[in-house]
Structures are given as C-alpha cells and as structure tokens.
DNA sequence: TCTATTTCGGACAAAAATATCCTAATTAAA
DNA sequence: TTTAATTAGGATATTTTTGTCCGAAATAGA
C-alpha cells in the first residue's frame, strides 16, 4: 500500500510527535531504533520531512528532532502520506492507465474510486495528534 | 496500490475474457498491444496465470489464450490480486510491522482495517464476467 | 577555543521490480 | 513431413526502491 519510505516516514513521524508531548527531543540514532528502522534511510525521510517543515530539526549536541504541539493537530496522515509517496495512490488510476478519467473509465473505475476515496478521507481525518496520543498511553505500538 | 505485474495481469485476464464471450481466442501480441504493456512481461504473467488455471493456453498456429465461460463467473479480482501480489495487501500491517495484530496494534490498526476490508470485499465481489461485459459493451476500457 | 555530538547531503551499493532476449517445445496446416 | 506460428521458460538487462558510507556543517558545552 505504502513505500517503505512512508511507513517509516509515518513512524518516524508519530514517535517524534510522542515525545514531543513531554518536551522531549528525540536523536536519529533514537528513532530508529524505536520504529526498527535503517538509521541512515530514515535519515534521509526526516531530512525531507524537515525540510517540508513538518518536523524541526536541530544539529549538535542536545540536537535532534520535535515538533510543534499545534502541527500536530494540523498535519494529518495524508500530508505525510502526499509528502513521501506522491499523489498517485490518491489520483491515479487502480489499473495503471495514464490518467484516471470518469469519462473514459478503466474496468474497475467505479468501484476503485469508492476505496480510494475511503482511503483519502480517512487520512486527511486522522491527525499526528491523535496518533501520538494512542501511542502515549501505551494503546498501540511501532515495532513488533 | 497494485503491482505492475497485477495491473498487466487484470486488464490481460479481461482482455482474454471479453473476447472468449465471442469465441475468440488472443494471441500473447494482441493482448500487450490491446492492453499497452510490454510483451515479455505480460507473457511471464500470463504463463503464471496459465500454471494456475485462471485463463487457457494453447500453443501452435491458432493458438493463444483463452477462458471458460463459467470460470468468469467464479474467478474474482480477488483471486487475481492474490495470484500475483500475494496477500500482504489483503493482511498486512499498514505501517509494515511484521504482523497485523489486533492485540498488539500500530496506530492505524483500527482504521486501516477499514480500508482493507473494504477493498478486500470489493475484490471479492467483482467477477471477471462483470468486467468483461462492461468491457464488451464499450462502457470501459483497458488503455488511455 | 576546542571537542564531541548531532544532522545534512552527496556518492555509492544492494536488492527488488520491471523489462528484454533467445532458444525450446508444441502444434495446426500446407 | 515440413513449415510457420505460437506459448514456455531460462538467462540477462534495466530501472526503481531501499539501504549504506563518509565527510561537511552546525552547535552545545567543557
Ligand atoms: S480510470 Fe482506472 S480507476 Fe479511474
Ligand atoms: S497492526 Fe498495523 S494495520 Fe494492523
């Protein structure tokens, strides 16, 4: 469904959100770790998250990465999502054709545009907050 | 959300379907050209679909690819899918952990069962004969 | 200022997915 | 029986994704 590149971009994402949640900066080396995750794969993600400005990050000692308590009820999994994978799991056609056209449908058309809506409302409903949140109170997991 | 190798797999079993309604059996060039997919990976595709049974082939002059009437009826996208993408999409943890488990669950557990239930019944719901009639019919298409 | 620690970013490597090439096996028809 | 057409299947090549390595830049603290 997702790139590896997202779904350790989504961990990385909610674990940082999470001990954001007590003021605390999380190292690369931590996250990793966390999320069982290549340290310098998820390097690259967090420095293209970063640069999108949906994490902040700080070289040095003491340096690591947090984000802001009201990103997190702004940035939703869709934009984590649309940032690493692009939009063609939200536009693109389920068979593969060019374009994905109500007017000149693929064979599946009708009934792929119900799912991927499904799967487009859902992320766009579900923010890093509350995630982090299910994390926080030990309700769900990011490894094993 | 599919694989290449499903996409050319779906719309080369449709292919193969519309045209048995009319008795017609395809030869491997006629279906990549039909379906704009590269001809020796459709043709690895459909010897795998061949090997389990989904669609016919014959070797030889007049020979090609072909489908019972009544195994459209039976055969769903479902069993494509599942053919050649395996069912990682179908049970996998949307966040990759290496097992979807509602006692232990990621973040998303709960609302990305959703999604893959829904999909999971699409597919299972949706016969090649379905597929192929729309096809017949000119209502779909498998290119552009 | 110096040092240790951390992220940044470019180059490189490995693995997986996608795609191609070529020969063998089969088979219908001349 | 010969020929031409077709699928089968193994080997190889290309592209994309995933993953690694290493030095540069920044920075907190000694
Ligand atoms: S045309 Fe294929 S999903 Fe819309
Ligand atoms: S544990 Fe992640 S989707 Fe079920």
């Given at each position: 469904?997702?790139?590896?590149?997202?779904?350790?971009?989504?961990?990385?994402?909610?674990?940082?959100?999470?001990?954001?949640?007590?003021?605390?900066?999380?190292?690369?080396?931590?996250?990793?770790?966390e999320i069982d995750s290549p340290i310098a794969f998820t390097a690259k993600i967090l420095q293209s998250l970063a640069r999108s400005g949906m994490v902040d990050s700080h070289k040095g000692p003491t340096g690591g990465f947090e984000m802001d308590r009201t990103k997190m009820d702004t940035i939703t999994l869709y934009e984590i999502v649309h940032a690493i994978d692009g939009d063609q799991i939200f536009h693109g056609c389920g068979l593969g054709l060019k374009q994905c056209d109500a007017n000149h449908p693929c064979p599946v058309h009708e009934k792929f545009v119900v799912i991927r809506e499904n799967l487009t409302q859902m992320l766009q409903n579900t923010t890093v907050y509350e995630l982090a949140s299910g994390l926080d109170i030990g309700l769900t997991l990011l490894k094993r």
């Open positions: 469904m997702f790139s590896k590149a997202c779904e350790y971009g989504i961990k990385a994402t909610l674990f940082i959100a999470q001990k954001s949640l007590h003021q605390q900066r999380v190292s690369l080396k931590e996250i990793a770790s």
